[in-house]
């Protein structure tokens, strides 16, 4: 991303791929979402959630996140290169917007960022910064409006610490059991709290972790099957293609060839 800010559409964020949404990935760099119709499913840093029209949905850097849009689902996205930066929260939020002023705030605040990228003006990475800092107060003041303190269960602080280690480390090799050894806990007691919190297995995260990497390296990058293999902890490269088959139906080198025919076409 080589501007500070891009804003783009929800289906500009999926790339045209449900995959590439769908799959649990590490954030790269702040992203806030702002749906405005329609609904569906969003998996932050653990917690399996429902969404509606109107949900502001902030991802921080390195979190561990995915989401499944429901048919018919629109909204915009920002995702901010530096979010630290522009002082917004390190933890995932996802607020509902009751107010109709609030909503336009939302909504205005975009369309001038929006507005400020299309025009391509002298000084326009410190304008967007700008924006981006606006964006980060309008957040914060919405999460201070909705703060409810709560002590999260234990389960919750393990399924957290958990996708917090998997984001760092889900491309050493390291297999689940491994997770729950580091975490202090049984193999079956993890992956029942996951399933619990997250609606998915913590094997299934890591899978789906190294699986959306696998994708992303063999689509966008000209690194060898057996480099992307050894960078994702795999002993060799046929076991690689043996867990893109499972998971994909097809070999990692068609995977690739045929993403390169589409945008040929």
């Not at 901010?80 to 917004?88: L, M, S």
């Not at 939020?93 to 009751?98: E, K, V």
């Amino acid at each position: 991303m080589s501007q500070p800010v891009q804003v783009m559409t929800l289906a500009q964020l999926g790339q045209s791929a449900s995959w590439t949404l769908e799959l649990m990935h590490p954030q790269q760099g702040g992203l806030l979402i702002w749906t405005t119709r329609g609904q569906g499913v969003v998996n932050l840093h653990g917690h399996r959630r429902g969404f509606s029209t109107y949900h502001a949905i902030y991802v921080p850097n390195g979190q561990l996140w995915s989401i499944e849009l429901g048919r018919g689902a629109l909204g915009l996205a920002v995702a901010i290169k530096d979010a630290e930066a522009a002082n917004f929260p390190d933890r995932c939020q996802q607020l509902r917007i009751m107010e109709p002023q609030a909503q336009s705030e939302l909504t205005a605040l975009i369309d001038d960022m929006r507005r400020e990228i299309e025009k391509d003006r002298p000084l326009q990475g410190e304008v967007l910064q700008a924006h981006a800092q606006l964006l980060s107060i309008w957040l914060r003041r919405e999460m201070r409006e909705q703060y409810e303190p709560k002590r999260p269960k234990a389960a919750e602080r393990l399924v957290e610490k958990f996708h917090d280690l998997a984001a760092e480390r889900f491309s050493e090799g390291h297999s689940m059991a491994d997770f729950a050894q580091m975490l202090d806990v049984t193999p079956t007691h993890l992956a029942r709290v996951c399933r619990q919190t997250s609606g998915i297995t913590a094997a299934d995260v890591l899978s789906q972790c190294v699986l959306y990497k696998a994708r992303m390296e063999l689509e966008n990058s000209d690194l060898s099957i057996k480099a992307i293999a050894e960078s994702l902890g795999f002993g060799s490269a046929a076991y690689f293609t043996r867990f893109i088959q499972q998971h994909c139906g097809t070999t990692p080198s068609n995977l690739r060839n045929n993403f390169r025919h589409l945008q040929a076409a």
